[in-house]
């Protein structure tokens, strides 16, 4: 490609995301994909000779851009995704360009991860020897976690290799609570510690892991002759944002030498927040912890971390030697530390530029935003007729639905699937559904710089109408 071409394709394409950015909120929240456009996109086609560059921003602009998830909208209550901080955007472009393969050999960037995982480990809490790596995401950052848990456990009862590894991890056993995220069950299986070896504790009423459960459930397993090697706590459920009892459960591990990991995909940085920082005593003596900076921090996806308190616990994992890579024994490679090998640089580019541009005092700011516009959307649900609160947090995710006496019981949870379903395609505000005690009800979770109590209004203007249309078809 000649030179002159790239830069003003470069530039072009600089304009096109300052625009696209700048005028999102012009835009429909989302929009259906028709479904030929789907066919179309999804089939594959590969035209025998190479088109011009220009061909790219065009496509993005007509093929792309406009049928988003709906996460870079303010209005944008589903799920827990956020928009692109504006650094991220940009420390990906050059990240790129520098094109990084961070998990062997000596790059700047993987020194750079090193630092920013320091970071976000003090910035939640955790103690000064924190170390471990950035990931895709929460779940592989769980995924990490379990599999440091297993190997530090089975080492620990000196279960290295052979028949005593096999029949003692045989007999492995873990528990999180019957809130956890699904990634959780999910890592689990990759390890190799099947659904009946998993145990999903009961919650009290608040949806925090029942502590008395948990220790009767530890205590019939080995009883039974099973090795509880690991507890996984939530710091934030997704579904209704609870925190389990940190302190409480990793006592509970530590009587039975067990791993106490929490998943803080979502709310792992709560303590920052003063009103929640009571909930969030004993961060600093966990094991490991799971946070998503693209979720709460709006680092461009995908920019998960684990974070483990003892890091040569992941290298004890996850070191691999092989004759054509050689280690570096004073500064370990970063695939010592994970799965992955060529890994990219951008994790951590957009993760620094982020929190560079935030600075500590700039994220607990961002997080008590959330918190604020959630305590405003729980106000303005109990002052409506018609709608009540499923859920009191305390982060902010919002479960709300119909009261039982303007609605058939039977036809409540269709009502509420009905709800959300039209409020997605009218293309003003978005949010989901979720199961709560078992029945589904609205969820509107608050994770955008953007949003604002207008924002907030939308979307229960949007749910008034929604129903009335409902109600009507
Ligand atoms: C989102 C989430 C995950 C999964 O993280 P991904 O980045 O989507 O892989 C895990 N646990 C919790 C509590 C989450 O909210």
Redesign the pocket.
């Known amino acids: 490609m000649h030179p002159k071409v790239f830069r003003d394709e470069l530039a072009a394409a600089a304009e096109w995301v300052a625009d696209y950015l700048g005028q999102i909120t012009q835009r429909p929240v989302a929009r259906p994909i028709p479904t030929a456009h789907r066919q179309a996109l999804a089939t594959g086609a590969l035209p025998q000779e190479g088109q011009d560059l220009g061909a790219l921003l065009e496509f993005v602009d007509e093929a792309i851009a406009p049928y988003p998830t709906g996460n870079g909208h303010p209005a944008f209550f589903a799920w827990?995704n956020s928009p692109p901080s504006p650094a991220g955007v940009i420390a990906e472009l050059l990240a790129t360009a520098v094109n990084a393969t961070c998990g062997m050999g000596e790059h700047a960037l993987m020194d750079l991860e090193r630092g920013v995982v320091r970071d976000l480990a003090s910035l939640a809490g955790m103690a000064p020897t924190t170390g471990g790596v950035l990931t895709s995401?929460?779940?592989?950052a769980?995924l990490l976690c379990l599999g440091a848990a297993r190997t530090w456990f089975l080492r620990r009862h000196g279960a290295t290799d052979g028949p005593a590894y096999d029949q003692a991890h045989a007999r492995l056993t873990a528990y999180h609570s019957d809130q956890a995220?699904m990634?959780v069950a999910k890592a689990a299986t990759v390890i190799g510690l099947p659904p009946w070896r998993l145990r999903a504790v009961p919650t009290t009423a608040d949806q925090r892991m029942d502590i008395d459960a948990l220790q009767a459930m530890v205590d019939a397993d080995l009883a039974s002759g099973l090795l509880p090697f690991c507890v996984v706590s939530?710091l934030?459920?997704?579904a209704g944002g609870a925190v389990d009892p940190i302190e409480a459960i990793t006592q509970v591990c530590r009587g039975q030498g067990m791993w106490h990991h929490a998943?803080g995909?979502?709310g792992g940085l709560g303590a920052l927040v003063p009103q929640l920082a009571p909930l969030y005593r004993g961060v600093s003596d966990l094991d490991s912890l799971?946070i998503?900076p693209?979720?709460t921090l709006s680092v461009p996806v995908?920019c998960?971390a684990a974070l483990v308190t003892d890091p040569s616990r992941l290298r004890d994992a996850f070191t691999f030697r092989a004759s054509y890579l050689d280690g570096d024994q004073d500064w370990p490679w970063m695939s010592d530390y994970t799965i992955e090998l060529t890994r990219p640089g951008t994790r951590a580019l957009t993760l620094w530029a982020t929190l560079r541009q935030l600075g500590r005092s700039g994220v607990v700011d961002l997080l008590q935003h959330y918190q604020d516009l959630a305590h405003y959307l729980r106000q303005r649900v109990q002052e409506q007729p018609g709608l009540e609160l499923c859920n009191d947090g305390p982060l902010p995710v919002v479960c709300f639905r119909l009261t039982a006496d303007t609605i058939n019981p039977d036809r409540r949870a269709d009502l509420h699937k009905a709800v959300a379903a039209r409020i997605q395609a009218r293309g003003h505000a978005y949010l989901a559904t979720v199961s709560h005690d078992g029945e589904t009800v609205l969820r509107a979770c608050v994770c955008n710089y953007l949003t604002t109590t207008d924002d907030v209004d939308t979307l229960l203007q949007e749910v008034h109408s929604a129903i009335h249309h409902v109600r009507n078809v």
């Not at 995401?137 to 592989?140: E, L, R, V």
């Open positions: 827990i995401g929460g779940s592989m769980n995220h990634s939530n934030g459920s997704t998943d995909a979502w799971t998503d693209h979720k995908g998960g």
